[in-house]
C-alpha cells in the first residue's frame, strides 16, 4: 500500500516517540511503533496521565519528543485533543504546579470528604477485620452503596456519601463483578451526566475548562 508523505511523517514521528518511551521509561501496553492512529495517541495521552515512572526522566522524555508529538497529532487530532496535551507535556515539563490546578484543586476536591472516608474504614477495620474476610464472599458493596445513595436522597446527611464511596472503594479492591477491570474510557464512552430539567443524559461542558482557555489562545495565537 502506497503511504503519502504526510503519512510517512507521521509513522516516523510516531516511532521515534514511542521508541524514546520503551527505551527510558518501560513499554506501555497497546503502543505500536509501526502505526500512527488516533487511537495510539489516546493510548499515549493516557500513559503520560498515568505515568508512575521516575518524574525527572518523564521530564527528560517529553522535553525530548514534545516537538515530535505536536507535529506528529496536529494533523490528526481535535484542537481539545491538542490542547490536552500542550497541557499534560507543560505540566509535567515545567515541575511546578500550574496556577489553574491549584485553583481546581480548591473547588473540584475535598481532603475533607477523603479523610472521612479513611477515618471510617479504620473504625470499620477495627470492628469487623479485614475486608477481604467478608467481601464478595459475604456482603454485597453495591447493593450497600445503593442503599447508601437512597439514605442520603432520604436525609440529606452527606455522611452517607462518604460511605457509599467507601463501598464503591471496597468494591475496586475485593471486587464482584466477574469481569472487573480498569480500563481508561474516553469521552466518546461515556454514559454522560443526567440533566436535571430532562432527565436524560447530557455532554455539555460546565463551562470554559482550561483545555478549552488553552484552544481559544493557541487560535488567537495562530498556534
Not at 113 to 122: C, P, Q
Not at 154 to 179: K, M, R
Not at 185 to 198: A, F, K, M, Q, V
Request: with cysteine; proline share 4%.
Amino acid at each position: 500500500m502506497t503511504i503519502t508523505e504526510q503519512e510517512r511523517a507521521l509513522i516516523d514521528n510516531w516511532r521515534g516517540v514511542v521508541k524514546r518511551w520503551n527505551e527510558q521509561l518501560g513499554p506501555q501496553p497497546g503502543l505500536s511503533t509501526e502505526i500512527a492512529t488516533r487511537q495510539d495517541v489516546e493510548i499515549f495521552l493516557r500513559a503520560l496521565a498515568t505515568a508512575e515512572a521516575d518524574a525527572t526522566r518523564l521530564r527528560e522524555v517529553l522535553m525530548e519528543v514534545r516537538g515530535r508529538l505536536f507535529n506528529l497529532i496536529a494533523p490528526m487530532a481535535t484542537s481539545n485533543v491538542k490542547a490536552a496535551l500542550h497541557l499534560i507535556i507543560k505540566n509535567l515539563t515545567d515541575g511546578a504546579t500550574p496556577d489553574w490546578i491549584t485553583n481546581a484543586l480548591k473547588t473540584e476536591w475535598s481532603e475533607e470528604f477523603v479523610e472521612r472516608m479513611r477515618n471510617r474504614m479504620l473504625v470499620s477495620f477495627a470492628k469487623y477485620g479485614p475486608i477481604k474476610q467478608a467481601f464478595p464472599a459475604k456482603i454485597d458493596a453495591l447493593a450497600s452503596l445503593q442503599d447508601r445513595l437512597n439514605k442520603y436522597r432520604e436525609t440529606g446527611n452527606t455522611e452517607w456519601l462518604v460511605d457509599a464511596a467507601n463501598f464503591a472503594l471496597i468494591e475496586y479492591l475485593c471486587p464482584s463483578h466477574p469481569q472487573a477491570h480498569f480500563r481508561a474510557t474516553d469521552s466518546d464512552e461515556s454514559p454522560g451526566r443526567i440533566s436535571l430539567h430532562t432527565q436524560r443524559p447530557t455532554f455539555q461542558a460546565n463551562g470554559d475548562g482550561a483545555v478549552e482557555r488553552l484552544r481559544r489562545r493557541q487560535e488567537r495565537e495562530g498556534d
